[in-house]
């Protein structure tokens, strides 16, 4: 079949204004670490440098616990509610006005497509800040009480793979709520929290009400561990989310979510229809690079339709285009960091080992940055490692079953439980499995979509807790 | 002072004040107009006096807007109407002048009134996307069903607007009912129609699509009773009809089943709770079996 080649498109990274160095966001001022520390963000595409950034030490984290505390005590709790949600209207506001150069920045330091930071990341930010600046003056109608409290300062360390959009799951329905937050962003990917701590100064946020502290695993911990916090909320791997678990199990004070790793089925029937349940695949696991805890990276195809799905599905793969992030019609960018490169190598290698075959479309990488092909594994058994680990990153493992109660059983034999896929055209046969699917959210006939009205958590080792909707108002209030 | 009449140096410019109709600005169709007074008696401007004709014609209107702006999303409507509040913000002085003027009002409380009114746009933009939430429910049947209740707007709802309160009063009935995706008509208050005529110009501007809320000035006791006949409308609010008509219209919006929001001693400088956006929502239930 002819390809027409596509010219190279790039946004213009002149809108992305980035400064040589960052400090923290405390008290509503940038200040430098006490200890001096900074760290690197690169860009993955590129290895790049892109700033130098402040490393939070224990002493940071402490001012900005105590910031948080002060303003929640001062200010942010004794504020009318709908003030503090014109608060939330007006951030949601400039991050619109400044959506593009936010996707930029969002891209050039996580590595995605700027077709998907501009068109997804950014716009739920903003949606996500306008949909909670409407709950702070409407708590009495959430369903928890007619006058439910808020808990106090909140602890927040988030991931790389949706940067700004996570930070937006924490501190918007945190503020609604009435809540101060402090919150750590991950250390490959500060930028659009900082951009982000401008914008609270834009929007003349009161001093405190958010902090900012940069930093890695040992700033987190540093975070989550403080006496200080009344509430904790993580997303990021199970392994890290358990270890937070065990210590807030010795603070019963502190008030925990956790939203955590998964690894969806993504269940297809032979009555589906094919096209639509591939590209419903293909956004499952190439979405981010793969970079999703809800990604669906264990595809479950039923017999009769195999051959037909796979045939499909590679000749889409080899249709994607991998490359600059900036370029607007990359659809695959950039793996993250080095160390997320070396752990999908690591376990597609173990995949190869452990006897599944492993396919990947013609494809050119880069020479510089971290880069990984789209790559889908057939003749996977449940017992392969690729089947049972979350990979995060664009892998994806093919299973098959033959019955609805294999499909159910298949999909269910994880330990985690964020998400799952179906498609097919039978209607009762989607809520059957739906009722059935051990899963926060299950994804009918679509797949990877997101919306602040509908809450996102999951069950079993995948966390708890929800985000969005009515139901993750609930993480940031005392009830 | 001088005996001598003098001009002023420069004239001031003042405003016509039309109906609004379908995103337009029309005079009445039937030429009418009538003077509208300061609350000392002072002429203000003559506004146009609606007829019959110009009341089915904004229900046309209406209609017409209803399919585009209840199938936008919650999201979409939630801003287009915080988008109304901040128009509203920027204008402050000039609405703090006409309810001023309007209703007598000292500088503070008109002060006090307009920034009621911004974000009274502001807290019904905040329901757009969460009476669902609030007003839904999965209703958990004896059987295998996969069975649910949303809200859906009535469709096109007639407002008599309050008599006393000429925009934060206005506001307060049509932003509840245009929130959910309703259509509107609205009957100004029929002494102090100017400010709801300057704030369909700030509409006119905003991302309010024509004809979703339509504003006619003139005799309640005259247009009223069109709108309450009116077959293409779903839902009246009988706010601002004197008592003696109230009955009437009432019984005139049987005939085809209108939901009929009665007069009520309303204060509203307070919070103005969910009675509202409710009167102009039905409830749709699917049922869907679940199976393999």
């Not at chain 1, 608060?87 to 150069?101: D, G, K, T």
């Not at chain 1, 306008?130 to 959430?142: I, N, Q, R, S, T």
């Not at chain 1, 962003?185 to 701590?197: D, I, N, S, W, Y």
């Not at chain 2, 932003?175 to 609205?186: D, L, Q, R, S, Y």
């Amino acid at each position: 079949m002819p390809r027409f080649d596509y010219a190279p498109a790039p946004e213009s990274r002149a809108i992305a204004h980035i400064k040589e160095s960052y400090g923290l966001f405390i008290n509503g001022e940038f200040t430098p670490s006490q200890d001096g520390g900074a760290f690197k963000t690169i860009s993955p595409a590129s290895e790049e440098v892109l700033a130098e950034v402040a490393e939070a030490s224990p002493a940071d984290v402490d001012r900005a616990v105590v910031a948080a505390r002060t303003a929640y005590e001062r200010t942010w709790s004794v504020l009318a509610p709908k003030e503090r949600g014109k608060y939330l209207f007006r951030i949601a506001r400039i991050i619109q006005e400044r959506s593009r150069e936010l996707a930029v920045l969002e891209s050039l330091d996580n590595g995605k497509p700027i077709r998907e930071s501009r068109d997804v990341d950014i716009p739920l930010v903003a949606a996500h800040f306008f949909y909670h600046a409407g709950w702070a003056d409407k708590l009495e109608y959430a369903g928890y009480g007619p006058a439910p409290r808020p808990l106090g300062v909140a602890g927040q360390v988030i991931p790389w793979n949706f940067p700004l959009l996570m930070l937006a799951w924490k501190i918007a329905p945190a503020l609604a709520c009435g809540n101060t937050v402090v919150l750590k962003p991950a250390e490959t990917t500060p930028l659009t929290a900082l951009a982000f701590a401008e914008i609270c100064q834009q929007a003349d946020l009161p001093p405190g009400v958010v902090n900012i502290v940069t930093g890695a695993g040992e700033t987190g911990r540093a975070l989550v561990t403080h006496p200080g916090i009344d509430k904790v909320a993580f997303t990021g791997s199970t392994e890290v989310g358990k270890e937070i678990a065990r210590d807030c199990a010795t603070q019963p004070h502190k008030k925990l979510t956790l939203e955590l790793g998964g690894k969806a089925a993504n269940i297809v029937f032979e009555d589906a229809p094919v096209d639509q349940a591939v590209e419903g695949i293909v956004n499952g696991i190439f979405f981010n690079q793969g970079h999703v805890c809800c990604a669906g990276s264990r595809l479950l195809v039923q017999e009769s339709v195999y051959e037909q799905v796979l045939a499909s599905l590679q000749r889409r793969l080899a249709t994607l285009r991998l490359g600059d992030p900036l370029d607007k019609n990359t659809d695959v960018g950039a793996i993250n960091s080095a160390a997320q490169l070396a752990k999908i190598r690591e376990l597609s290698e173990i995949g190869e080992a452990e006897g599944a075959q492993r396919w990947s479309p013609p494809c050119e990488l880069p020479v510089k940055g971290f880069w990984f092909p789209p790559t889908v594994f057939t003749g996977v058994s449940q017992a392969h490692r690729i089947a049972r680990e979350e990979i995060f990153g664009p892998v994806l493992s093919v299973l098959t079953f033959r019955t609805p109660a294999e499909a159910v059983e298949k999909a269910n034999n994880t330990p985690y439980g964020l998400s799952a896929g179906v498609w097919t055209d039978k209607g009762s046969r989607i809520l059957w499995m739906a009722s059935r699917l051990r899963a926060g959210v299950v994804w009918a006939n679509t797949f990877n979509k997101f919306d602040p009205t509908s809450p996102f958590g999951g069950y079993k080792e995948s966390g708890y807790g929800r985000e969005g909707g009515r139901h993750g108002l609930e993480a940031y209030l005392d009830v | 002072m001088s005996d001598t009449a003098t001009a002023p140096a420069r004239l001031a410019v003042r405003k016509t004040y039309k109906l609004y109709i379908g995103g337009a600005f029309p005079r009445s169709e039937s030429g009418r107009s009538y003077v509208v007074t300061d609350h000392k008696g002072g002429f203000l401007a003559n506004a146009a006096m609606a007829s019959r004709k110009d009341a089915r014609d904004a229900v046309v209107a209406a209609r017409k807007a209803f399919g585009g702006w209840s199938a936008a999303t919650a999201y979409n409507r939630g801003q287009v109407l915080y988008r109304v509040a901040e128009l509203l913000e920027g204008r402050r002085a000039q609405f703090i002048a006409e309810v001023r003027s309007a209703e007598g009002l000292g500088a503070r409380q008109a002060e006090a009134v307009v920034e009621e009114v911004i974000d009274r746009w502001v807290w019904y933009a905040g329901w757009a996307d969460k009476i669902a939430q609030v007003r839904g429910a999965a209703n958990p049947v004896a059987g295998p069903f996969f069975n649910f209740s949303t809200p859906e707007p009535t469709g096109v709802v007639a407002v008599v607007a309050p008599q006393d309160s000429s925009l934060l009063g206005f506001v307060s009935v049509v932003a509840p009912a245009v929130v959910t995706g309703n259509a509107v008509v609205a009957l100004a208050s029929e002494r102090a129609p100017l400010p709801a005529v300057s704030l369909s110009e700030v509409l006119a501007t905003s991302d309010v699509p024509g004809g979703v809320i339509n504003v006619l000035t003139g005799r309640t006791a005259e247009v009223a009773p069109w709108l309450a006949s009116h077959m293409d409308v779903n839902a009246l609010d009988l706010t601002g009809a004197p008592a003696g008509l109230a009955d009437e219209l009432a019984v005139a919006a049987a005939e085809n089943l209108k939901r009929v929001l009665r007069p009520a001693d309303e204060d509203w400088t307070q919070p103005p709770g969910l009675k509202r956006v409710l009167a102009y929502l039905e409830t749709k239930t699917v049922w869907h079996p679940s199976g393999i």
